[in-house]
């Protein structure tokens, strides 16, 4: 009997990695069932990891404990499917009884281990092997399916590495474009102050479909959320917002533009940001901090309106951009509240070289100005 039930909860554990690694490695989609083996991990893992990195307190340490949670938590994960999957089938193969012959040594629990074990990775030592037909077939079907699994996990990898990419890519390229860190401010004022603003359609088509492949690639790879980018002040939390933050100026604040683009952007933008809430389990409230006070946005609008740009009337412009905002604020500064990333502000009030201009080996160009000492957010090589 505690053999049957034993052999029974080694096929359901069997069945549970089975399913948890199809949807988490082969299913392009989100998975919305609440118990899996897999959110259960992850979960569990980031709330002890994440509880480390607070008590460390702000500063480097923390920064490069956090950006080894990713891969490592997935190496982890893989580890823990292989993990089950050979005590399930060490359990099938003790349930059967006398199936297992072992050269000097009588099988026990930890014999069967051993034989699945040695299955799985499909070593062939030979010194336990399975003598019943049934033994035999489950042997077989051990090894066949450490075979595909290690194959799906070697399949998983290029796929996440070139999502990864792609998001970083962009987040890059927006450097030089909108300040490190990155904000609407900066992105709008370069615009403005190079006779450049026509751009803009352009450039935000080109930031909705980063929207998009980032709603898409962080939903088929959860994980991805927990990557962080090469710069420490930089995210694609950060590069989202700054990207919202716009859409949502110029749709309120500018006249003469076609708000077509903004719109649609802003839309996949707030799309990403309330997904991969729900996707990492962020609890969302209201928005902590003002991030743009009325001194700062009167502050904006004036340089604005001095390299040219026509904007709207103070007043009401100003009550419709805190709706906008309250639209994405909240769900952002979850997800930056559970993830330890740092919102960008809307708008800088002193401005700061970006990560182009800065480097731990050389002297600040002429004509580019006073940088900082090398050390915060310099490359590493």
């Known amino acids: 009997m505690i053999r049957c039930l034993a052999g029974l909860i080694g096929v359901v554990l069997i069945f549970i990695v089975l399913v948890d690694a199809?949807?988490?490695?082969?299913?392009?989609?989100?998975?919305?069932?609440?118990?899996?083996?897999?959110?259960?991990?992850?979960?569990?893992?980031?709330?002890?990891?994440?509880?480390?990195?607070?008590?460390?307190g702000a500063g480097k340490r923390q920064v490069a404990f956090l950006s080894?949670?990713?891969?490592?938590?997935?190496?982890?994960?893989?580890?823990?499917?292989?993990?089950?999957?050979?005590f399930g089938f060490g359990t099938v193969f003790w349930s059967i009884g006398g199936a297992i012959h072992a050269a000097d040594m009588q099988p026990g629990f930890s014999t069967c281990l051993y034989l699945s074990g040695t299955t799985f990775f499909t070593l062939g030592y030979g010194d336990v092997t399975p003598r019943?037909?049934?033994?035999?077939?489950?042997?077989?079907?051990?090894?066949?399916?450490?075979?595909?699994?290690?194959?799906?996990?070697?399949?998983y990898l290029p796929a996440l590495f070139q999502a990864f990419s792609r998001r970083e890519l962009s987040i890059a390229l927006l450097d030089a474009?909108?300040?490190?860190?990155?904000?609407?401010?900066?992105?709008?004022?370069?615009?403005?102050?190079?006779?450049?603003?026509?751009?803009?359609?352009?450039?935000l088509a080109e930031w909705?479909?980063?929207?998009a492949d980032l709603l898409e690639s962080q939903l088929s790879f959860p994980i991805l959320g927990y990557y962080r980018s090469q710069h420490d002040n930089q995210s694609w939390l950060?590069?989202?917002?700054?990207?919202?933050?716009?859409?949502a100026f110029l749709l309120v604040q500018v006249k003469g533009i076609n708000s077509?683009?903004?719109?649609?952007?802003?839309?996949?933008?707030?799309h990403a940001a309330v997904d991969l809430g729900l996707v990492l389990r962020t609890t969302v409230g209201q928005a902590s901090a003002d991030r743009l006070s009325t001194a700062q946005l009167a502050d904006l609008r004036a340089q604005l309106a001095n390299a040219g740009v026509a904007l709207?009337?103070?007043?009401?412009a100003e009550q419709k951009l805190r709706e906008l905002r309250g639209m994405y604020e909240p769900f952002v500064a979850a997800l930056a509240e559970r993830m330890i990333l740092a919102l960008p502000p809307f708008m800088v009030d002193t401005e700061s070289p970006d990560n182009w201009q800065r480097s731990a080996w050389m002297r600040p160009a002429p004509g580019i100005g006073k940088l900082p000492r090398a050390g915060g957010n310099a490359d590493h090589f």
């Open 22 to 56: 199809f949807e988490s490695i082969l299913q392009p989609r989100r998975v919305t069932r609440r118990y899996r083996l897999a959110r259960l991990y992850y979960f569990s893992l980031w709330t002890c990891w994440r509880f480390i990195a607070c008590s460390m």
């Open 68 to 86: 080894v949670f990713g891969p490592l938590s997935l190496l982890g994960m893989f580890a823990t499917w292989v993990a089950v999957l050979i």
């Open 132 to 155: 019943s037909a049934a033994g035999r077939v489950l042997a077989v079907s051990e090894s066949g399916l450490g075979l595909g699994f290690f194959a799906a996990m070697l399949s």
């Open 177 to 203: 474009r909108a300040g490190s860190p990155p904000t609407a401010g900066q992105l709008l004022l370069r615009l403005a102050r190079a006779n450049n603003m026509a751009a803009l359609d352009g450039f």
């Open 208 to 211: 909705e479909r980063w929207c």
């Open 238 to 247: 950060a590069a989202l917002t700054t990207i919202m933050d716009t859409c």
């Open 260 to 270: 077509y683009q903004p719109q649609v952007t802003f839309a996949i933008a707030r």
């Open 312 to 316: 709207a009337e103070p007043v009401e």
